[in-house]
């Protein structure tokens, strides 16, 4: 019964030796909750040391070439000489992340903002983050904003969407003609009474006004309750706007847990859908990135195992039997459609995922050899003094 | 500290006067949940004396002129008499509301159904809702899908998109040129893992395929948890694609109570961003209609005093001081301009409202005027034997 | 690594082998939503039908040995028949089921109903049950109340509450020393505004008021988005009052779909909890039920397939390395603790239980088994007229 | 149709006149999000300068004369001094807050730490908040705990369960006889996976466990969605533990906005119940307290407008026509029953409430007669310099 890489027809495998996953720079710094942020040792201080750390979860895995920058908190003085760094260690440069929710001026708004001096230098911010995408290579700016109002009547919906609909044009009209912009939707946080760009119906609104090249973030945890996430994947599959995932995991809110953590059937059901769509390959246009927080687990074996369970949930939804499943759909056998896919989410595809890694020379338990690695050790010790990354630095 | 209908500017008086209220006409028959519909004296027994219950809510409040039908619950012989039967009663038919959702064909779905046969068969419906709307002389067409799956593999969310599309296509080709079609969206139920139109994004992504007549309808209990329905009000009015309501209260589920009986301050921020954007008066489109079940209420003055409540959050949405909203937000004083606009929420207009009446030569009270009228005791007197309509009939 | 039943040490195996499934005689009638009740052919036309069809279940599965009644769905006129029935087919019958939600006089509620021959009408339909008890050497009477209200003010909520405890009270007081009650509670639904029992807590704070032969059932779809329900069994059996499951999968609602459907994760987690604390022995007083509805799919595979998933939970449960859980737990390693779980997650227990059935001189494959029986060929045959069994009969 | 004082019999006014809020000092220090905390100018350096921003609330509505602390975010040399100091301005030091989610060593836990140093480090913090107690005269100790978890196996639940009971009972045993203890709970934040007590049933488990001097705190924003408090509310009544309110609101999550910014209905329907139930005497020992962060808006005019909405919602709760309630709800009138509780709702109260301040020696306008005071305008001079208060000082 065990499954084995050579029952997958060539064409799965292929579609698995070629699937690559993006790392959140934040994600190997310090996070925690409004509450309290935790320290942890070995921290990076700095983008290189993080760039560091993210080269270590593509060296056991296999999957993870590319590592995304949060401007401001990645800002160096030399970004070719960033981007040269992690060619060094194995890896590039990815999607660029602005920033504009950590500035006092930023109170009110920033892309939405009324005050136009306010506005403005929220705009610029984005066209500083274009430099570094033509200094770094990056070919996509990602925008999630953290607008909104807390109370009812604090500002005019209608007036905010005119004001974001002409800054995002402002930004994306100078983006180089290979960029493209992705604009992620957040249902609730940092603003409690709305946000800007609450759901997909609202960013896919926006990115069909500014032009081909606007794309749309999902990310897993920006859902209300009962959402049925793969339902919106297919919705902007559509539409030909779906430009990237944030995988994460969440129970209520945006937890920002490891993806897969809290349901693993889900993941699955998402990369069904993807696989379904032919949107898994590589040229499909689909980033598929985690943006995930380690506030009290280990962060580099955090990010193995979130690449891992992607994978794990792929490999599963490509051995789903779709000429039974299309068969079962038609004949509206509802047990025996259902039955097809459960029977794939329910094999244990980590010896299949194993040997794919000994095929490319890597060890087929990562984490295993990562903790044997010395890599933490090392770290603990070589990062003692300095300030450790954190959310806001 | 009264408020008098006086103190309202004219323009505000004026669209006071012209609101209209649609009610649909299975709030006058038995209604309940999956578990039981519980029988109540005087319930109609057919469409004719349906619109007899209707009419009494418009004698009452003068404001509730037309009643949608729903086909094929409200079925008869010859649709002009049933019109002329309305009109004789001081009111018009309205929006006509196909089901598609109650025949056995439909059990895997109806204009999403893979069966080629069984799809034709919805649209044919829908159809024939044309005919009727022809022969009264109504000009919306609502569709509200029962569509859906209710477990993950049951069949493909795409392929069902693509039919679904097809099928709109097809009836809105059938629409003359003065009709328009009113798409709606439900988050769950009757379907229980996806719904065919689970939000405004979809129906809006539908209807902009369509074509200029294509709009969306806004059920106010067709969301999940925590959505902010008013934003989604000033989204569709952004796109121009806002064609009605469906108003009514939930607690948790699609519960269809009397609108503003669960949270009369969500009513009043819709009302208040409908006013701000200028969709009040008549000629916005937009099309103000109930939707509920009385399931343990009496029905008459149930509906009454849901077109009380939707008429008192506009008289509240009327008095909001808009330019002291509009200078609070400029100058970012939040508590100020939540107050104004709370200011207007915590206002007794009923007193206002009362006048409104009287100047239109109806009693201030319609409740207690309804009451008095003998109505009920006569219906209930009148009305044994037969079938009493219900969900079904 | 296929793991095999010799995997488990012997204590597990006997758990395993021990465990039981209570079955719903209504799982095999006709069911839906508000908007429709779709018919399938075979459908049970009484109880003795019901019981075949159950019987036809632990045939296959070997682990749902009992059946519960609802009454009056399942009235006959000669219960030790009934029961006599039961046994020659191989099964016993299990939970009494009061049904005091479908006639007219609940309209306004039951055992909280401020008539008192309303409330005494329903305090004696549970006295009858008890009869029915009697008759059928039931031990356990469950008590699910539809009472609520659907609007603010319909009700004294704290009146209520003492007509209920009093109603409770009088019902407790008439069981035999070897009987006992389960309440079950129910966050919304067939009531809006408010239900009577709508949580663990008011569940639990009238059992303990009763006496120690009441318990708490927790049904798996009865719950507010995000709760947490492995933490609810842990308090309920931490206050040795957890009598029952009523397992169902649901996605937003009380959805009554086959257990493990939506999030087999969270069915495993729950599994996990009840081995943990020992609870999965016979002896633990805690019985295993299914409350679903089979609205679409067949209904004898639904049953055999959802006990099928709650045996694949349980086997995983017992798999959890609990030794290195524990370590990791008091080491506050958390990527460890949580991947020992998860490990027994992703494993994949279908050929143990396969062995399973063959020790027990059962096909492996209990669907393809019954599917190949003939059966349902058969019932859709021979029960053609009559009446089909659905929600009400 | 203006309500006037003198409108309400004078055992409701006797109510209103004698009700308190108690505020809390966190409300007047910086607060934020995750993302970030925005500083606003005149934010008190210290626990003298919260109490002067405290006393200033007590004396624009004339309903605060007490503040709560938060140990260690209070902490001064000298409590007696500090108690003083309070009364010199007017009011006093009320319940004292323990602080043990905030040190590095309670990053896996404070009471139910696995740890036994770092629960006894939990316990101590708590056996100091008593000392507090002791030297201000406080008589509430108030626990709300971080603790929890943030993914499935992380810890035992169950273990965490007794470890918490223990430590609590410690504590209790080290209150004066006089001194009382309140738990709180809490769904979600800042644990994602299960928080250690989530939920009405867990506080009042847990504290009927302790003794009679043990009660719960509600918190209105701490419950999932759709949940409905004013039943909570109702049950901790009934069972003599309901000992005090942290009020606010919230749209989604733990938003901790004004009190009856989000939902004034159902801050109405909460105070309804405590009125029926006789709670809202200060015989009765339940506490109504303030549980805010005034992110965005202006601090001091945020917490005068929170008493002011919670005075308003008791007003029109007193206003409720008991009598025409009871007879409608006997006679099972839904729409008359809900119809005399939504008028004292749709009622403006505003001038009554006018009237009783003016009746203390009050300016009838709290708001105004604050911002016309000067006060803001001097501490925005005064407290510039130091370090603000805010979350975690």
New interface residues.
């Given amino acids: ?2 499954i084995h890489l050579s029952d997958l027809p060539e064409s799965a495998r292929s579609l698995l030796r070629d699937q690559t996953i993006e790392l959140p720079s934040w994600a190997f710094g310090n ?6 942020v ?2 942890s040792p070995g921290t990076p201080r700095n983008a290189y040391e993080k760039i560091d750390d993210a080269a270590q979860v593509h060296r056991f895995t296999g999957i993870t070439p590319r590592v995304s920058l949060h401007i401001p908190w990645d800002v160096v003085d030399d970004f070719s000489d960033l981007a040269e760094h992690a060619r060094s260690q194995g890896i590039t440069l990815g999607t660029i992340n602005s920033n504009v ?2 500035d ?1 001026d930023y ?2 708004g920033s892309l939405t903002n ?2 136009e001096a306010v506005r403005r230098k929220a705009i610029d911010a984005h066209l500083r983050c274009i430099d570094v995408m033509n200094a770094t290579g990056s070919d996509t700016l990602k925008i999630w904003l ?1 607008d909104g109002t ?9 007036a905010r ?1 005119e004001r974001l609909a002409d800054s995002l044009s402002v930004i994306y009209e100078n983006l180089a003609p290979h960029q493209r912009l992705l604009l992620e939707y957040k ?4 603003a ?3 946000t800007d760009v ?5 960013a ?2 926006h990115v069909l006004a500014l032009g081909d090249r606007a794309v749309v973030c999902l990310d897993t945890g920006h ?6 996430i ?3 994947v ?2 902007l ?3 030909g706007r779906l430009g990237a995932f944030d995988f994460n995991s ?4 945006d ?1 920002d ?2 993806v897969g ?6 993941l699955f ?1 998402i990369m069904h ?1 993807i696989v ?2 032919g949107a898994l390959a590589p040229t499909s246009g689909v980033n598929f990135m985690l943006d995930q927080c380690h ?4 962060k580099i ?2 990010e193995i ?1 979130s690449a891992m369970n992607v994978q ?1 949930a792929t490999a599963k939804a490509l051995l789903v039997d779709r000429a039974a ?2 068969k ?3 004949e ?1 056998d ?2 025996t ?6 029977d794939a ?4 595809v ?2 299949l995922l194993g040997e794919l890694r000994e095929e490319q020379g890597l060890d087929p338990n990562p ?1 295993a050899a990562y903790a044997a690695s010395g890599y933490f050790a090392r770290i603990s010790v070589d990062r003692v003094g300095g300030q450790q990354a954190s ?2 630095a």
């Fill in positions: 019964m065990t996070s925690g909750t409004r509450f309290k935790f320290p929710f950590q006092d109170k009110f009324s005050d953290g807390n109370y009812p009547g604090q500002d005019s919906i209608a969407q249902f609730f946080e940092p409690f009474y709305h609450p759901d997909w119906g609202t896919l609104a859902h209300a309750p009962g959402t049925n793969e339902f919106i297919v919705q599959l559509r539409a969440r129970f209520y809110a937890d847990l490891i953590s809290a349901d693993p059937f889900q059901r859908e379904s769509f506030n009290l687990e280990e074996p955090g195992l794990e499943l299309a079962a759909q038609v509206h509802v047990l459609a259902n039955q097809v896919l459960m989410f329910s094999s244990d980590r010896p984490l959310w806001g």
